[in-house]
């Protein structure tokens, strides 16, 4: 991807930024082996090799938990994807290609365990995880024409957004160990997270009023990048009713916390154009606000509703 005189004068003047960060984020980062996370004891031969093929009774989680785990691996799966974006959006050369590759690496590790985690513990349909894995990542994905500011400001999002998901699919799988291996993933996606996190309020105060307009854009037509996978909208909404990742998590967890990191109301170095975004931004969010309410309000009366029909059966078999 070619890039504007503009666009590289601001990668190489961040550089040094993501030199900072990069060695931050090593220092911080700590190690860790998926094959730690499996319980292996639980794993058995496939017809193939002489044994039991999957059924449904076989795993232990629900259909809430199952969508969830089954979404989040089949997003971490187009990792091949994510790499191209960011390398020909940051470069391959000095601290920008060094992150590349270092955040690859870890993002890696994520599909590995969690794969390994379903397939031992049977739980899912493994045959069905393969078939969704190949069409998924023979589709790929592709962000568009993001420059590498609004690149950098989406996964700022993105990446909490995944750590969020995963870390109420850990608790929401009722399983102790998918729970330890989620957590696990979670640290490095925040990791993650605070290496972008910094590098775009680094990008504020070069260049305020791209940066501002970079990030209103990308708040505003944020999707998670696993968005275009078969049966994505309907987990997605198993997902939301069961509060793993809904609308008030969005606003409350994700967009607003790295929006006050970035300070991005009590800035005055705004020009007009800036200031424009800027005043676009904080009607949206009053807009996701309020669909977000909205949301959980109608969640509640749905489980009102649902705990009530269950009081009223459960009520004539206490009798009887």
């Known amino acids: 991807m070619s890039k504007t005189p503009t666009e590289a004068a601001l990668l190489i003047e961040l550089e040094s930024v993501v030199e900072e960060n990069l060695d931050r984020h090593i220092g911080l980062a700590q190690e860790w082996h998926p094959h730690d996370y499996v319980p292996w004891s639980q794993g058995r031969d496939f017809a193939f090799l002489g044994g039991e093929d999957w059924a449904p009774e076989q795993s232990k989680l629900d259909e809430t938990a199952k969508a969830a785990m089954f979404t989040n691996l089949l997003t971490e799966d187009n990792l091949p994807s994510y790499h191209r974006e960011i390398a020909t959006r940051f470069g391959r050369d000095g601290a920008w290609g060094t992150w590349v590759g270092r955040w690859t690496a870890e993002e890696n590790r994520h599909g590995i365990a969690l794969r390994d985690y379903l397939v031992v513990t049977r739980g899912v349909d493994p045959v069905e995880l393969e078939r969704a894995r190949m069409d998924y990542m023979t589709s790929g994905y592709d962000s568009g ?83 275009s996978m078969a049966g994505f909208r309907k987990n997605s909404v198993l997902i939301a009713k069961a509060g793993i990742y809904d609308l008030r998590l969005h606003h409350d967890e994700v967009i607003s916390p790295v929006l006050r990191a970035w300070k991005v109301f009590e800035r005055t170095n705004l020009g007009p154009a800036g200031e424009q975004a800027r005043e676009e931004l904080a009607q949206f969010m009053t807009g996701l606000d309020a669909q977000a309410t909205k949301f959980v309000e109608s969640r509640d009366r749905m489980r009102a509703r649902m705990q009530a029909r269950s009081d009223k059966e459960i009520t004539p078999l206490a009798q009887a």
Do not use: C, W
């Open 145 to 227: 024409d993001k420059t590498a500011l609004e690149a950098v400001a989406y996964v700022s999002f993105q990446e909490l957004a995944t750590r969020v998901s995963h870390r109420n699919t850990g608790k929401a799988t009722g399983d102790p160990i998918a729970d330890r291996l989620l957590a696990r993933i979670a640290k490095d996606e925040n990791l993650h997270m605070v290496f972008y996190r910094n590098i775009v309020s680094a990008a504020f105060d070069i260049a305020p009023d791209e940066t501002m307009r970079a990030v209103t854009d990308e708040v505003m037509r944020f999707e998670m990048p696993g968005a």
